[in-house]
């Protein structure tokens, strides 16, 4: 069975970090254009960081504006697992967090996140930035 698992997520205050993770099975992630987006209450669901394959790419990355600094991408090809550290967190980061697999091999990572294409997705993790 393909899946996307997501985990990590919670309530942290602002200012403070969490680290989500998203582990794929029945699929080698390491071909993948690998995505993490967010869908906050009564608002659509945007892009928030994208990272290319390391195995048919270079890795490359993109971040929206908005967390950029904060957050960082990174992928673990031998535990099929793609990370989202988030630091700084701010209550308007407050969201749903989903992890997406594109296996269009023309895109890079800001294709991905602009485009918002998956072929696979996870059920999604939610953080809460509150006091």
């Known amino acids: 069975q393909l899946q996307l698992v997501e985990s990590g997520g919670g309530l942290v205050q602002p200012g403070g970090s969490l680290r989500l993770s998203c582990a794929a099975s029945?699929?080698?992630?390491?071909?993948?254009?690998m995505g993490w987006f967010r869908q906050a209450p009564g608002k659509e669901r945007e892009a928030v960081s994208c990272?290319?394959?390391?195995?048919?790419?270079?890795?490359?990355?993109y971040y929206t504006d908005s967390v950029k600094g904060r957050f960082t991408v990174s992928r673990d090809n031998a535990k099929d697992t793609v990370y989202l550290e988030m630091n700084s967190l701010k209550p308007e980061d407050t969201a749903v967090y989903y992890c997406?697999?594109?296996?269009?091999?023309?895109?890079?990572?800001?294709?991905?996140?602009?485009?918002?294409?998956?072929?696979?997705w996870g059920q999604g993790t939610q953080v809460t930035v509150s006091s």
């Open positions: 997406a697999a594109d296996a269009y091999q023309m895109h890079d990572a800001q294709a991905m996140c602009v485009s918002m294409r998956g072929d696979f």
């Open positions: 029945g699929f080698t992630l390491g071909y993948y254009v």
């Open positions: 990272i290319s394959s390391t195995v048919t790419s270079d890795g490359n990355t």
